[in-house]
């Protein structure tokens, strides 16, 4: 019985009153706010309020056992509370122990002998393990310790307890790992397994250091970096994945994304993005499908729509910040003639074809000549002036006067005033291209001005990199959509293997699995990717992404079998099953279902007006 007493200043304490003692009762107390309303005690349970558990005891262990071998019970796919008691042992008592044990075991090998019975295999063992084990403790090296292991069941049904029970008690057996129910013993076991510290089961069994040290549960499948936002939740272990892909143990900041179409590819690197850019990473979208609008309106990014109808332009011939090119002891104006004469190639060659080297340095001289007519020599104080634009070049190719000058000007008309000269590059850049999310978007963009495009992003990327060095990640959406194309794949390619130099990320998404490892670009982006995620997969692309991953049984059926949103992320060295996670808030804005996104349209059209203005997205 607890006694309620009244401390006097000079240390002696004095019973309460029964007046103090009914207030003390009537008080809220911690144990009134943690504990259950009751507890009901059974032979093989107990019952917690609403609540079942069971504690089960682990009798028996393995006779081999290898570091984090209690993995399969810490990711076990329900919830449940593992309990691990150490007690060390004096070393001197237990080498006395062994010793007279040593003499038991030789007696009965010496009566076995002269009985002429043949040698018991069990007893030969347990002769080697505590002879081994008594020159360790002797030596030193090792020391012995009283181990007990529990485990704390809870379910919310007596029915749902007997399933988990037998869920649990498979899973040790497939360890090799023996345990029983605490029979009328589940009143200690619980207290057992609370956070108090004290065994009161007392379910002993000695180890030694090396066993004791596989022992401990601090293996699982879990990646934590210190800087980093949240990716995912460890699908066994429920812990958060947390990765910063500028982490120093990654190589590079590359991620590699496959699934199937609908899988939750692009929902995922919406996340990454919008979770990053609070992290102070700048992210950069080349988006072929208008997927990210939303998530450029959400975080106040530059949407910048290529297509021969937008009224958004980037001058090709836009030279490269003077203070860079110094710095890095280039020329800016050859540096930015070489890259003119490359978008020429792809803009003026034969489809499968290059320009020929006459044709190329036709272009180089007319490129010099375009500079020079608005007075950008190779000068850097020059380098500030306004750019020419393609009009400029068209005339210095008419001014050279030979037949192939002229045919290159004959193609190029098409682009300056022809059908294809109202968008792109007609007109000097219009667009800031200084704000933390940059997305570029190519679904209206001519199929045959695609390489096109890529040869003015991939400019603006090398450019804003170089400018400044700080976190940014490039993300690459339907990359195989670019790879189809030589120059597509030379500029994602070079990124995956220059981007780690300039402070970049490389995030590819795709989901033509084998295309895109039988392309010689596509391996080198894989090959240059530190982190890869591999979402669920079809039937058909299984066995493409198995032989390039080298994926296990259990690992490929698990991609077949995955639910939206789960997968395998390979980073550090480790394959880690992982489920996407979002709030509400950042779901509204990733998905792209067509009924959600209908059922968002309804909601906010349904919405009231406010202040007698209909609401309007601001954004």
């Not at 690197?269 to 309106?297: H, Q, S, T």
């Not at 104080?381 to 001014?399: C, K, W």
Request: glycine share 6%.
């Amino acid at each position: 019985m607890l006694r309620l007493q009244r401390r006097q200043p000079a240390g002696s304490v004095q019973p309460l009153s029964n007046h103090e003692r009914r207030f003390a009762l009537g008080t809220r107390s911690l144990a009134d706010l943690i504990a259950p309303a009751a507890v009901e005690i059974g032979r093989d349970h107990l019952r917690l309020e609403y609540q079942y558990a069971r504690v089960l005891m682990v009798v028996g262990y393995p006779r081999t056992v290898v570091p984090g071998w209690l993995t399969p019970l810490l990711e076990f796919e329900h919830p449940i509370e593992v309990s691990l008691h150490v007690h060390p042992l004096e070393t001197a008592s237990i080498v006395k122990l062994l010793s007279h044990k040593l003499v038991q075991l030789q007696s009965s090998r010496l009566v076995d002998i002269r009985s002429g019975r043949l040698a018991d295999p069990e007893r030969e063992v347990a002769f080697e393990d505590t002879e081994r084990l008594r020159d360790a403790l002797q030596r030193g090296e090792e020391r012995v310790f009283s181990v007990s292991l529990y485990v704390l069941l809870r379910a919310g049904s007596e029915r749902a307890l007997d399933d988990l029970t037998r869920r649990v008690e498979t899973t040790l057996d497939g360890m090799l790992a023996h345990s029983r129910v605490a029979i009328l013993e589940q009143e200690r076991g619980f207290r057992a397994c609370l956070p108090s510290g004290r065994d009161d089961l007392l379910a002993y069994r000695n180890l030694d250091t090396s066993s004791l040290a596989t022992t401990f549960p601090f293996s699982s499948s879990s990646l934590s970096m210190e800087r980093g936002v949240l990716y995912g939740v460890a699908t066994r272990s429920q812990s958060p994945i947390i990765v910063d892909p500028f982490d120093a143990s990654l190589e590079n900041a590359n991620l590699a994304v496959f699934a199937m179409a609908g899988a939750g590819k692009s929902y995922f690197v919406k996340l990454m993005a919008l979770r990053n850019l609070l992290a102070g990473v700048d992210f950069l979208v080349v988006d072929p499908e208008n997927e990210y609008g939303g998530v450029c309106r959400a975080a106040d990014g530059q949407f910048i729509r290529l297509a021969s109808t937008s009224t958004h332009r980037l001058n090709p011939f836009d030279l490269p910040p003077t203070d860079t090119s110094a710095a890095e002891g280039l020329d800016g104006l050859a540096e930015q003639v070489t890259s003119v004469v490359g978008l020429m190639n792809v803009l003026l060659g034969e489809r499968g074809s290059s320009l020929n080297s006459y044709e190329r340095s036709m272009l180089d001289r007319a490129v010099y000549q375009a500079y020079a007519a608005v007075g950008i020599t190779p000068d850097p104080t020059t380098h500030a002036r306004a750019a020419p634009l393609l009009a400029n070049l068209q005339a210095a190719l008419e001014s050279l006067d030979n037949d192939v000058a002229a045919g290159l000007a004959a193609r190029l008309r098409r682009f300056v005033h022809g059908s294809l000269a109202g968008g792109l590059f007609s007109g000097p850049t219009n667009v800031a291209l200084n704000r933390r999310l940059v997305v570029f978007n190519i679904q209206t963009l001519e199929e045959e001005l695609r390489p096109v495009a890529m040869h003015l992003i991939a400019n603006f990327v090398w450019n804003r990199v170089r400018r400044e060095r700080r976190p940014r990640l490039l993300v690459i959406d339907e990359a195989w959509s670019l790879l189809r194309y030589p120059e597509g794949g030379d500029f994602v390619s070079a990124m995956a293997r220059r981007a780690r130099k300039y402070y970049l990320g490389l995030v590819t998404i795709t989901q033509d699995v084998a295309d895109f490892v039988r392309s010689e670009h596509g391996r080198a982006v894989l090959m240059n990717a530190a982190m890869k995620l591999l979402l669920k997969q079809d039937a058909t692309t299984v066995e493409a992404v198995t032989d390039a991953f080298q994926l296990t049984v259990e690992e490929r059926q698990y991609l077949l079998g995955a639910s939206k949103g789960e997968g395998l992320l390979f980073a550090r060295g480790a394959r880690l099953p992982i489920s996407i996670e979002a709030s509400p808030a950042e779901h509204r804005l990733a998905t792209t279902a067509p009924r959600e996104l209908a059922e968002l349209a309804q909601l906010a059209a349904a919405r009231p007006p406010q202040n007698g203005v209909a609401r309007a997205d601001r954004r």
